[in-house]
């Protein structure tokens, strides 16, 4: 973390000359630009009473996410409301409790608007509220989970009476547990007539999911998420367990949390479903989402409606973005839009490094090989870069290059990221495609894979020509 005087000052709302001069009198000479050394924020912050919190470490060895990390005060914490996971075997019930809850516990004060399906909602139970995630079963949690995200306080997990447990069903428990996310039992379907909700709870305790009165610490309750009954008490059992849990956030710092749901819509670009997990965020606030950033141009709630402000746990939609985001993304607001570009583009920029290193030099190395070797005497490139002058720019100077007996050519040098054609084509023609600042997508990674294509991707003109030169001579430096 590098934080100045002032910008410590600023987190812990105080003035920067009370940080100077209490790090006076530890005899540090210091100004309101000075980067604090971790001791130094160590001691301010017990000076000052305020507890530095490591708010979200998105990446370990990315610096630029460290100054993420975001300092706040534990008074702020207020308690949040839970965010809860149905889980359970198919046909049990999953999607009509979630609808079940939905169209009985609106929350109050947003009547009105139409139901939208943004991958979560929030209900009012006796004037708490809760968030649910409405996708159901595991696959997304399991999504979730693989990206780092943990985002679920509570599982519900779902039985049918009349069916009792199934792999599924185990396939939840299983996956609540390596999540170290509590329990509750919903025991569905037990309006029909070969409902056996003892069956049910003798098979869990199998697995190791008991009643309190049987020793366990799991609630049970018995519902019929057809007709409604028993929901209520269900809810109020959710509102127990995450009563125990304290949950708590801190609304006052710039918001951060995790995509639900994301998706390109042709008329309003990029949409994502954000749960905000700290901070509050605001309609107009600027934010990076991975490598995508932008200012939200509208957020609404799951009803629709427009909304200024949302704060922890709750789900909002947001346009904006520049690019679609993947769900389980984590999200930060900055202060201000250029910061965010700036973090996002050097995301990018360490995105197309990587990439550019697992996509190793495999065609490419063949080719100096066989340069080296005397079996060949040219190279074809295909150029696909973001603007016209890059594209020229760089056709141009590959043109130029000159080892030997050794020839570029480049049969194609076009603006926009890269197509299906443009793999055929470079595969029709032993082709390598360079990509210059744009990033394939996933499909057209796999497509260049199936065709033995290499598509090589960079964003500075003499990494490239280098490495293109090297290859001409038939000695190609290893890639890191
Ligand atoms: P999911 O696959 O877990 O999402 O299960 P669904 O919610 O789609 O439910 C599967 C079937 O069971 C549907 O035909 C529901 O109408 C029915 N069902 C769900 N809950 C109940 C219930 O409480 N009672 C009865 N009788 N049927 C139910």
Redesign the pocket.
Known sequence: TQLSVGQLAELMKRNSSEIIKFLFMLGNMSTINTTLSDEDIELICMNFNVTPHKEIIIDEDDIEEQISNRVFDEKDLVSRPPVVTIM??????????L?TIRNSHVTSGEFGGITQHIGAYQVSVSGKKVTFLDT??HEAFTAMRARGAQITDIVVL?V?ADDGVMPQTKESIDHARAAGVPIVVAV?????AGANPERVMSELANEGVMPEEWGGDNIFVE?????GQGVDDLLESILLVAEMQELKANPKTLASGTVVEAKLDKGRGPVATLLIQQGTLKAADSLVVGSAYGRIRKMTNDRGQELKTAGPSMPVEIIGLNEVPQAGDVFMVYDSYKKAAEIAQSRENKKIERERNATSARSLEDMARMISEGDVKEINVLIKADVQGSAEALKASVEKLDVDTVKVNVIRSTVGTITESDIMLASASNAIIYGFNIRPTAAIRKKAEEEGVEIRLHNIIYKALEELEGAMKGLLAPVY
């Open positions: 359970g075997h198919v046909d049990h019930g999953k999607t009509t409790l609808d159901p079963g779902i049918a569905n379907k037990i309006d029909k519902i019929s998420a057809r007709n």
